[in-house]
Nanobody, 116 residues
């Protein structure tokens, strides 16, 4: 069955960096546009970055443009999110899934907390 396992979150100071990973299985990863979403407490889940196939064209939410970079390794069925210049407002649980919509169910996500 479809599995999406996010990792790499943690506590980081403002201005710091983190690299998130999402390992996918149970579907043909290379056939799908993949995205990173985030959801903060009391807020709706939002798409922050997506990466196409096979050319890997990328799109970003305005709030993260220039700071976050999404990439994928189709050989490893993994999508990454490099997050630089982190701000307190980036604090959220981060999830990966296909774009648009979802495949299977949401994974457990990985918590990113940006605080001094």
């Amino acid at each position: 069955q479809v599995q999406l396992v996010e990792s790499g979150g943690g506590l980081v100071q403002p201005g710091g960096s983190l690299r998130l990973s999402c390992a996918a299985s149970g579907f043909t990863f290379s056939n799908y546009v993949m995205g990173w979403y985030r959801q903060a407490p009391g807020k709706e889940r939002e798409l922050v970055a997506s990466i196409g196939h096979p050319g890997g064209s990328t799109n970003y939410a305005d709030s993260v443009k220039g700071r976050f970079t999404i990439s994928r390794d189709n050989a490893k069925n993994t999508v990454y999110l490099q997050m630089n210049s982190l701000k307190p407002e980036d604090t959220s649980v981060y999830y990966c899934n296909i774009v648009p919509g979802i495949l299977g169910s949401w994974g457990q996500g990985t918590q990113v907390t940006v605080s001094s």
